[in-house]
């Protein structure tokens, strides 16, 4: 196993509050390990352990998790930084961008919004006593959608000295995300018709609105600074258990000429680790790639990460693979409707080429979700006369664009019948 492989056969649980951060983005973490399925920000509301479940090994290893990207690779997380003045006596808010956006800069694409001032009586239930509030409404012009979408309070202070004020934080915030401060308030942005929470789609489901109230018992006039945050690239993935259920692309899909490979142009965009594409090349070798030129299809799979294996690149089951004479197929079918899409990808009754393996009948897909850039994989029938049925010379994983940094597992057994998997973006 490599440096940068994760071992899955116990599950692990990254404690994000423990991350030391570098500009808001997480660098390095302690992990620990858990015998339940773990509670990252990117988790289904109910995550269920497939049936049957990995065997432990006895000596597994858990290195850490692999290094982020290195800047310039990994763009800031601040899209953009506000002055919000509260000024209860007049009844108004009103705010104004810190700094005029530099040119391309991600802030000229972002615009936050607030309106409607009001006293405590008239801010939401539950919060209707020595308060104020108003609503925050951002939009963005991304060709692409956000993830991780939030707005982050950084500094709560007196408009006429400029100190900070106590006790005038906001209260009906979201949990610390990626380990961010939240302690002066935090609230994550979903846009209405999206399934994921932190994702706000692109256009015409480019835009979000909270309402936000700060504890002010006094009447106090408030100078709030504000950050808006998302992810327009991730340094690490966790690879976890899913309980995604499989879905055959090849019933009511498209059947691709994937021999040794197709292209597959994208409903969405997708990012992987820094790379966003609007196009995939699907392999017969079990090989999801991003970057024509760059995708070698050949079944001679590597540890990952290699300059010689395909990048940026998906590799749900990477091996020798090939349709074998009864026919097998690999299929495509798009599930769901904007923003919260998913691609499938199904690689259907493939054998394994040339070898004493011969006779396996292994079928299993690769789910993209739209916006959250998380990658399930679930294996319906990996049946076979040996282990490699189930990954015993299979590579499984992701690997950036320059070949630098992966999560993956190399000729482990973990991906026998029934067992599925998440591959969980973190910034």
Not at 20 to 44: E, I, K, R
Not at 232 to 239: D, E, I, K, V
Request: net charge negative; hydrophobic share 40%; aromatic share 8%.
């Amino acid at each position: 196993m490599t440096a940068h492989s994760r071992a899955i056969s116990a599950l692990r649980r990254v404690d994000l509050g423990s991350c030391l951060l570098l500009g808001g983005l997480v660098s390095a973490c302690a992990v620990g390990t858990q015998a339940g399925p773990p509670d990252h920000f990117n988790a289904p509301a109910a995550t269920a352990t497939p049936t049957p479940t990995p065997t432990v090994p006895a000596t597994a290893a858990y290195p850490a998790l692999p290094a982020p990207l290195p800047s310039p690779l990994r763009p800031s997380p601040v899209l953009g930084e506000y002055s919000i003045h509260l000024r209860p006596a007049q009844g108004t808010v009103t705010i104004e961008r810190l700094g005029p956006p530099a040119p391309g800069d991600g802030a000229a694409l972002v615009d936050l919004g607030v309106s409607g001032l009001l006293a405590a009586g008239a801010c939401p239930a539950g919060f209707q006593v020595s308060t104020i509030c108003f609503e925050a409404s951002l939009a963005h012009s991304f060709p692409r959608s956000l993830s991780h979408v939030a707005l982050q309070v950084t500094a709560i202070t007196d408009p006429t000295t400029g100190l900070a004020l106590g006790n005038h934080g906001g209260i009906n915030g979201d949990p610390s995300e990626q380990g961010l401060d939240a302690a002066k308030g935090f609230w994550q942005l979903t846009a209405p018709a999206s399934t994921t929470p932190g994702v706000v789609g692109q256009s015409p489901f480019n835009s979000a609105s909270r309402e936000l109230v700060f504890a002010n018992d006094d009447g106090a006039d408030v100078d709030l600074r504000v950050r808006v945050l998302s992810s327009l690239a991730y340094g690490s993935y966790l690879l976890d258990y899913s309980s995604q259920a499989f879905v055959d692309a090849c019933d009511g899909g498209e059947i691709l000429a994937a021999s040794p490979s197709a292209k597959l142009p994208l409903p969405f965009p997708f990012t992987l680790y820094g790379t966003t594409s609007s196009a995939a090349r699907i392999g017969l070798p079990g090989v999801i790639s991003f970057k024509d030129g760059k995708a070698s299809m050949s079944g001679d799979n590597l540890a990952l990460p290699s300059k010689s294996a395909p990048w940026p690149a998906i590799f749900p089951f990477w091996d020798d693979l090939g349709y074998p004479p009864s026919g097998g197929a690999v299929c495509a079918r798009t599930l769901g409707s904007a923003p919260g899409r998913q691609v499938v990808i199904t690689w259907k009754n493939l054998d394994f080429l040339g070898s004493a393996d011969q006779g396996g009948h292994l079928t299993f897909s690769a789910m993209l979700s739209e916006g959250s850039d998380r990658i399930d994989m679930v294996y319906d029938d990996m049946t076979g006369p040996t282990d490699r049925a189930s990954g015993g010379s299979a590579t499984v994983g992701v690997q950036d664009i320059a070949g630098f940094a992966a999560t993956s597992e190399f000729q482990l057994p973990d991906f026998g019948t029934g067992n599925a998997y998440a591959l969980v973006p973190i910034p």
